[in-house]
């Protein structure tokens, strides 16, 4: 079992490297921000502006599709709900969120990926699941809560592609015939092609679970 | 030799019509008209310019320009002259019963009904593989968007209501569906939502809503596809008599 266990070991290091990295850059847009909002009131361009340049480069650097900070309501004092949020191989900015079909504004913080971090005051990864509020793709969100003064005032937060996970990822799960799945038994990719991406599957049926460190995720073996 | 069966349906025969410039005009019309109620062309963002329009899209400059001219009457559009001039996307107030109502009017009920099977299906579909492929996580969050039945504001109904069924969407795991539900809630989802005006339609709904979110939770797929089924059903009745109040 044991053996069987560090078969995996290999899988749970590629997950950890990737996510971990995320997390640490993550760690350092948070800073600057907290900076600000201990100072005082903050407007939605101080807020852009003072994180702009660490995003764009975590961008340009990384295996991420989008990234940047979101407001929690009211944080700001010019907008009541506000993403400062760069994407896409253009970078382009998102600020307003408005509802992809009726245009009306929406309240992305009744979403997981706000919504966790909010209520456990500890980074998160969300997902798999369809974002329909920054990138319309199947994503993996990492979102970690910003702090003043004991308020959260929104998250930082950047997106990864399933498909870019299972680029990354797959050949050393195949090796071994292992899943990917998150705590909820959530499959994000699996050495089995008949095991589809976003499936469930029940983590107490599997003879081998793995969890990585500081992560909602586990390498399993059935 | 064995001739090829070619059946002469009107499929075929419609896709080796003749393109006359009139019918490209429409088609120019209703492709731009489709991205800017979608919000793919954003509100305010600048068009290009009549020629360039035209080598873009392969139509003469005056088919451009007379889909443009169909642009500014349905209130798309606005085009302003002089230097930083051009012609501009104005997006519609997403609940104005004016543009609705004028949309609505410009349908015919064939069309209505089309529309109204292609989202039928597709909703129902999607709450099938959602009550198959949701956790807990995604029925608390359906369950935020369900409206209290004494709600009053039909704004907060219709917006809800939209935000449901994308949600919906997104639970199949399926991107492009989602995206093509964004396009259809765009399309024709507002068309849908007026019967939300009626009182009692608004009581049915709730209760279909909570059926709807609890078949969800249980994964019964069958109850989940019936709820919006049922719900698509009668909105499209309800619908069909407020068309025919307006002819």
Redesign the interface.
């Known amino acids: 079992m044991t053996v069987q266990t560090a078969e995996l070991a290999a899988c749970v290091e590629r997950v950890e490297t990737h996510f971990h990295h995320i997390l640490d850059q993550l760690e350092s847009m948070r800073a600057p921000l907290v900076g600000l909002f201990d100072r005082g009131p903050v407007d939605a361009d101080t807020a852009r502006s003072s994180i702009e340049p660490l995003v764009r480069t975590f961008l340009a650097t990384s295996d991420i599709v989008g990234a940047g900070y979101v407001a929690a309501r009211g944080a700001l004092d010019d907008q009541p709900l506000y993403l400062a949020w760069w994407q896409g191989d253009d970078q382009h900015l998102l600020a307003e969120p408005d509802a992809p079909a009726t245009g009306a504004p929406l309240d992305y913080t009744r979403h997981p990926w706000f919504r966790t971090p909010e209520r456990t005051g500890e980074p998160h990864v969300t997902g798999p699941y369809v974002d329909f509020v920054c990138t319309d793709e199947y994503v993996m969100t990492s979102t970690t809560p910003v702090f003043s003064h004991g308020r959260m005032v929104g998250v930082v937060g950047a997106d990864t592609l399933v498909e870019t996970l299972e680029k990354l990822l797959l050949p050393t799960f195949r090796a071994v015939g292992a899943t990917l799945v998150n705590d909820l038994g959530r499959t994000v990719m699996s050495a089995d092609p008949h095991q589809a991406t976003g499936s469930l599957i029940d983590l107490e049926e599997c003879s081998q679970v793995v969890s990585c460190a500081r992560l909602p995720l586990s390498v399993v073996r059935r | 030799m064995a001739t090829v069966r070619r059946p002469a349906t009107r499929a075929r025969s419609a896709i080796f019509a003749p393109l006359g410039d009139e019918g490209r005009a429409v088609r120019v019309e209703n492709r731009l008209a489709e991205a800017i109620r979608?919000?793919v062309l954003a509100?305010g963002e600048r068009l290009p310019s009549e020629p360039e329009l035209a080598s873009m899209l392969g139509v003469a400059t005056v088919t451009a320009r007379e889909a443009l001219v169909a642009l500014r009457a349905q209130g798309l559009v606005t085009t302003t002259r002089g230097r930083g001039g051009g012609s501009f996307v104005t997006?519609p107030e997403?609940?104005s019963v004016d543009e609705l109502g004028s949309r609505l009017t410009a349908m015919s009920r064939v069309e209505l009904r089309d529309r109204g099977t292609i989202y039928g299906v597709i909703l129902a579909g999607c709450a099938e593989l959602a009550a198959e492929?949701s956790?807990?996580?995604d029925v608390e969050?359906l369950r935020?968007?369900l409206v209290e039945a004494e709600e009053p504001d039909v704004?907060v109904w219709?917006?809800a209501d939209?935000?449901l069924y994308?949600s919906v969407?997104?639970?199949?795991?399926?991107?492009r569906?989602?995206?093509e539900v964004?396009r259809l809630?765009?399309d024709f989802?507002?068309l849908l939502r007026m019967p939300l005006a009626d009182e009692d339609f608004r009581t049915e709904t709730c209760a279909r809503h909570a059926a709807l979110v609890d078949a969800i939770e249980q994964h019964d797929a069958a109850t989940a596809r019936t709820c919006v089924k049922e719900h698509v059903g009668d909105a499209l009745e309800r619908l069909a008599d407020v068309h025919a109040s307006m002819q």
Not at chain 2, 169 to 175: E, G
């Open positions: 979608s919000g509100d997006r997403p609940s492929r956790d807990p996580t969050g935020q968007l704004g219709r917006h939209s935000e994308l969407a997104a639970l199949t795991q399926s991107a569906m989602t995206r964004v809630e765009a989802g507002a």
